[in-house]
């Protein structure tokens, strides 16, 4: 099968374009005709040799957590999904080496979902893993609901593209970074106030409108005393989420009683069908997408890595 791997880890160079044996379907797995890929910021970290401590590698590594596609096989234990069922989901192992930038990638059966049916394959390919984070952290996590207030950092991003409209849709009111270009981006997702963080602290914004800090933060920033900020602009008693990181060794955390946690995805099917659902019937909007062919991953773990894309990139592969 056509797949892209790396033999060792590296910059974007090291992504090769080849022909790899079809990977086999474990019994608690379906194996996927991928249609589309999701390209997510931790697979050009793991390329680039991040995590070793948490994240083991066989290599050739084939990245690439997020899937879409159609069913090929199903594992001997597998008795609620078929042949042919079109399917979007998360491939998240701690162990990686059949990623998702392949024709075939298995996936436990357990953290797929149908794949919406308003939704292409490459627009399905964008919402598991950034669906899964932000709806765990901003509900299951923040608590989130009706009258409270959050910082979605980084609004234009993968995860801040899914996380404004459903902090929306749990009735809280939405404060958001983004630079001046993606302004018009973030208020149409729903974004109540936007920080155009180029040309003004978000710090200094964030108290002078809410004065005893907000709700929530969803930290998806790293570095340059980001994780501390986001303690002194929550509220007593409220909740940081941090995307990259454990919190900071901070005494006003215990002192004001807040809930700081590194909130890491967990691969959760029937959380990705009910999100799908909201998705379907048009509660939530899809994220925007940038579509580029498997061939071009290196571009796209580039383009990545500059922290510049709007929405979700995802790797087209199979035309199903
Ligand atoms: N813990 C988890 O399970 C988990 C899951 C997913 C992602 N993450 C992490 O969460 C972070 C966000 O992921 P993502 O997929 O959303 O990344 P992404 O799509 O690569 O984010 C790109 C966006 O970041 C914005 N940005 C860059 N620098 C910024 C700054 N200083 N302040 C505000 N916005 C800034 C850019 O918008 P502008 O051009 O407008 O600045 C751009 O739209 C990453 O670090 C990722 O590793 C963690």
Partial sequence: ????????????????????????????????????????PIDRRLRAGELTEYIQRTFPVVPGFDVSGRIAEVG????????DDEIMGLAFTWSIQHGTYAEFAPVDAAAIAPKPANASFVQAAGIPLVSLTAWQSLLEFGQLGP???VLIQAGAGGVGSVAI????????????????????????????VVIDYQNASYEAAILNAEP???DMVLEALLGDGTDEAAIRITK??????????EPPNMPDIADRNIRAEFIHHRADGDMLAELGA????????????????LESAAEAHLRSESRRTRGKLVLSINDL
């Fill in 165 to 192: 409209p459903m902090a929306k849709l749990l009735g809280a009111k939405v404060y958001t970074t983004a630079s001046a270009a993606n302004a018009d981006y973030v208020k149409a997702l729903g974004a109540d």
């Fill in 147 to 149: 009258g409270k207030t």
């Fill in 1 to 40: 099968m056509r797949a892209v791997f790396y033999e060792t880890h590296g910059d974007a160079q090291v992504l090769q374009v080849g022909e790899l044996d079809k990977p086999a379907c474990g019994p608690e797995q379906v194996l996927v005709e991928v249609a589309a890929a999701g390209v997510n």
């Fill in 76 to 83: 001997t234990a597998v008795t609620d999904w078929q042949v």
């Fill in 212 to 214: 005893e800090g907000v």
């Fill in 278 to 293: 909201l998705y379907e019937q048009g509660i939530l909007s899809l994220p925007q997408t940038e579509t580029l062919p």
């Fill in 236 to 245: 007593t008693g409220g909740a940081v989420a941090y995307m990259n990181n």
